[in-house]
Nanobody, 130 residues
Framework: QVQLVESGGGLVQAGGSLRLSCVVS????????MGWFRQAPGKEREFVAV????????YYTDSVKGRFTISRDNAKNAGYLQMGSLKPEDTAVYYC???????????????????????WGQGTQVTVSS
């Protein structure tokens, strides 16, 4: 059983930075990938970024490109989302998720679908004040 535990959320002023962490325990897989999603009040869950664990391939949603960086640490079995130049519209609960079986032909559209992720963390709140 794979478990994901997020941490690092909090309150930050606009323009500030936060780093979210997601520690993975349990089974891991060679073709494993980790994604970050977020959900603001009254809105649907939104894809933020994904990383392929083995090769480090990444995809980002347009609204965070150049501001957020997704990474992983194999030794620690942890993934990270470094968030910079934060805006009030980034306020949301952030979830990490993990899946297996990176597609032969991966696109941001295919990797952004929540349904391809098998495991989810409990979420961590990020609040950006103006």
């Amino acid at each position: 059983q794979v478990q994901l535990v997020e941490s690092g959320g909090g309150l930050v002023q606009a323009g500030g930075s936060l780093r979210l962490s997601c520690v993975v325990s349990g089974r891991t897989f060679s073709s494993y990938f980790m994604g970050w999603f977020r959900q603001a009040p009254g809105k649907e869950r939104e894809f933020v970024a994904v990383i392929r664990w083995s090769r480090g391939t990444t995809y980002y949603t347009d609204s965070v490109k150049g501001r957020f960086t997704i990474s992983r640490d194999n030794a620690k079995n942890a993934g990270y989302l470094q968030m910079g130049s934060l805006k009030p519209e980034d306020t949301a609960v952030y979830y990490c998720a993990a899946g297996t079986g990176w597609p032969t032909i991966a696109t941001i559209a295919s990797m952004s679908r929540p349904g391809i992720y098998d495991y989810w963390g409990q979420g961590t709140q990020v609040t950006v004040s103006s």
